[in-house]
């Protein structure tokens, strides 16, 4: 099973409006010189990147908002919102078209992951979800899930949108293994010694070769895969600083008062990222880069 781009027949009026305005946009840039072509080139990219994050931009905004103006007296438990919320954008995104079967399999496959994770670190202390609500399990919203559901959904969508290429791509099978290790370690360490950098070393040897090809428009571009897991993690990061901001969710150091998440679960957040890009992989299969006809 993988991941494919939309056939003819799923283009909407509104896709082939934005083609269009894009391919008239591109005229425009070449005309003007080097400059302009990169700077819609970049214009380009960040409306994929935005496209990329729709799910997990979404959920950063719902907890934004209802922090803000959600009423406190409500029938209905903020959490509780934020659960039925996340429903609602996940079927409105496949109705659209705006999200495959195949990626809404990867994200409901990273909820059940990223929800098991969440009942045994909330029983540990770890952290804690300060809010009453009904959907739940144990001390664990159902919410919660879906923000680790949101990492995969743009690993799944980037991929799709940016039509991801590789070289050097470690196998499958050494990738899934790893990703065992990651996750296996997120409950063991609470017993056994950490192994988290031991993990870090393995990733940085298994994906250290590895360039990723990125396609913005007619050309792919490339970056090593390591930098971009950690560019990725770091805006995990920035969003989990929002999450705790608005009380979605606390660690014991914010119990008096919010404080930055420290950098320590960058860390964390990068492990837990492999996971996801992992999952996706095993979906969308990574295709080997070819220039010229060769690979």
Same mark, same amino acid.
């Given at each position: 099973m993988r991941i494919r781009?939309?056939? $003819?027949?799923?283009r909407t009026n509104t896709l082939g409006m934005l083609?269009?305005?894009?391919?008239q946009a591109g005229h425009w840039a070449r005309t003007r010189g080097r400059g302009a072509v990169a700077m819609h080139e970049f214009i380009c990219f960040g409306l994929k990147q935005a496209a990329a994050c729709l799910f997990g931009g979404s959920m950063v905004l719902l907890l934004a908002l209802s922090w803000a103006f959600y009423p406190p007296d409500a029938a209905l438990a903020r959490y509780d919102f934020l659960t039925l919320a996340a429903l609602a954008i996940q079927c409105v995104l496949i109705a659209s078209r705006l999200e495959t079967i195949e990626e809404a399999k990867v994200i409901l496959l990273f909820h059940g992951v990223g929800t098991a994770m969440e009942i045994f670190k909330t029983s540990m202390g770890s952290w804690i979800y300060p809010e009453p609500s009904l959907l739940r399990i144990g001390g664990v919203p159902l919410f919660s899930g879906f923000m680790y559901a949101? !990492? $995969?959904s743009y690993i799944a969508r980037a991929w799709r949108l940016f039509d991801f290429r590789f070289t050097r791509h470690p196998p499958l099978a050494a990738t899934a293994w790893l990703a065992v290790a990651i996750y296996l370690n997120f409950f063991a360490h609470h017993f056994l010694p950490d192994m988290r950098y031991v993990l870090f070393a393995a990733v940085a040897l298994m994906f250290g070769r590895t360039w990723v090809y990125f396609r913005i428009r007619q050309v792919h571009r490339r970056m090593p895969l390591l930098l971009g897991f950690v560019l990725v993690a770091?805006?995990?990061?920035?969003a989990e600083n929002i999450g705790t901001f608005t009380a979605a969710w606390r660690y014991p150091i914010q119990h008096h008062g919010w404080r930055? !998440?420290?950098l320590s679960k960058l860390g964390a957040w990068f492990l837990l990222m492999i996971i996801s890009y !992992?999952? !996706? $992989?095993?979906?969308?299969?990574p295709t080997e880069h070819r220039e010229n006809g060769r690979s």
């Open positions: 781009p939309m056939a $003819g027949a799923a083609l269009a305005w894009d391919e949101s !990492v $995969g770091l805006f995990i990061w920035f930055m !998440v420290p !992992v999952m !996706v $992989g095993a979906v969308a299969r």
